[in-house]
């Protein structure tokens, strides 16, 4: 299915009361999915910076039946029925192969632009989607921190909280893009990301006081947040309503053609963040065949976006990664599916990416006692990968709140 005949569900459109919440939140503003016509901008090369998409796929991704061990007999006496056949499977090595539904990701890889993390996780694993994905939002487990790695990432980058660094794709914020100097630009539906009201309202709610110096700070602080979400939403409009692409992304886009849309507009952002939402990764019932195609639809996505970017001519500036919240359990369950587990593959993708697998794979006889594996990269090894490799930043400490070591995926 093309870009412009797919239209997923649309999102609720900003109300006034999360305007005001907008300094403890982002600004939620609301996505459907219809291309029309655009020749992308062409962004001077002094102007042109690196950009990072991070692509969250939640849920709970199976990596063993993602990337899976078929030289190891433990894989199928385990799983015996969900075990995908070595056969089937788009070998990489002589030990793993790709899930059947990643031909994306077969092509990336065999074009040298896909790297894989091995075995990513945490010490003291939480099972809980959210506590865990919390956990990797802010890369601080069992700490109760309260900003994001995006966003610390991006005070570390912008210490001045420039306009429309952060974009986040969604419904409602994620944590992962909560800063303390940025205020996220955050839409579902680019066709509608105006203020909700009243057509009476319309006049007011569109026009914005400049600040006069007897403002308070927090009433300055207001109708700069006004101010700031009206600019946006308007560029977010015209880059949607231009964007055309021939590049098919396939049944379920993930919202990287939004993504697309931006940065073929020109738009100063730096970090996006975008999800397969909903638990979707969840496979605890008759997983086969629906982790399969929930494979394939991030696959083709990403394949495409990144066709899309050549398209543009922005392949050189622009990085993916792909992560989940933890992995599955190594033995199938009664129900033909996965329950929660721990360690889980992540994956890089983009021209400036020096494609093959890195960290070491997990082992499935070293198990834990409750049939879990044993995690071998600690996951913020792959941020400070991106932080270090293609930003050049190297204070892990302020964002990651820790040092570590990058892996030297980055040309």
Not at 220 to 247: C, F, G, M, N
């Amino acid at each position: 299915m093309s870009a412009s005949s797919h239209t997923p569900a649309r999102g609720a459109a900003l109300t006034r009361r999360a305007l005001l919440q907008a300094g403890l939140g982002g600004l939620v503003l609301p996505t459907p999915f219809a291309a029309m016509a655009q020749q992308p901008a062409v962004v001077p090369a002094s102007e042109r910076r690196r950009i990072l998409v991070v692509l969250e796929m939640s849920g709970g991704n199976d990596g063993l039946n993602t990337v899976v061990p078929y030289a190891d007999d433990t894989y199928y006496r385990l799983r015996p029925k969900l075990g995908i056949p070595a056969q089937r499977l788009r070998r990489i090595d002589d030990h793993h192969g790709f899930n059947p539904g990643l031909a994306g990701f077969e092509r990336l890889y065999k074009d040298g632009r896909l790297a894989i993390v091995h075995g990513c996780g945490y010490d003291n694993p939480n099972f809980s989607h959210f506590s865990s994905m919390a956990y990797w939002h802010t890369a601080a487990p069992n700490s109760g921190e309260e900003y994001g790695w995006v966003g610390r990432l991006a005070d570390a980058m912008r210490p001045d909280g420039a306009s429309n660094f952060i974009v986040n794709i969604d419904a409602t914020q994620s944590l992962a893009v909560r800063s303390r100097r940025h205020v996220p630009v955050v839409f579902d539906d680019p066709e509608k990301f105006v203020r909700e009201g009243f057509f009476e309202e319309r006049g007011l709610l569109d026009r914005v006081e400049p600040s006069e110096a007897s403002d308070s700070g927090n009433r300055r602080y207001l109708r700069d947040i006004a101010r700031s979400a009206r600019d946006a939403s308007e560029l977010v409009r015209q880059a949607w309503s231009k964007y055309s692409t021939p590049v098919d992304y396939g049944v379920l886009p993930v919202d990287l053609p939004k993504v697309a849309s931006l940065i073929a507009a020109g738009l100063p952002t730096q970090l996006y963040y975008v999800a397969y939402r909903n638990n979707a990764f969840d496979t605890h019932v008759h997983q086969a065949d629906l982790h399969q195609r929930l494979l394939t639809y991030v696959s083709d996505g990403v394949l495409a976006f990144m066709r899309d970017m050549e398209r543009i001519g922005r392949a050189d500036d622009v990085v993916l990664m792909a992560f989940s919240e933890f992995g599955r359990r190594v033995p199938e369950n009664t129900s033909l599916g996965t329950d929660h587990g721990t360690a889980g593959p992540m994956f890089i993708v983009g021209k400036p990416v020096k494609g093959g697998q890195y960290g070491r794979p997990v082992s499935l006889t070293e198990r834990t006692p409750d049939d879990n594996l044993r995690h071998t990269t600690d996951f913020r090894r792959t941020y400070a990968t991106v932080m270090d490799g293609w930003f050049g930043r190297t204070d892990t400490q302020a964002v990651l709140r820790g040092r570590f070591e990058s892996f030297p995926l980055f040309a």
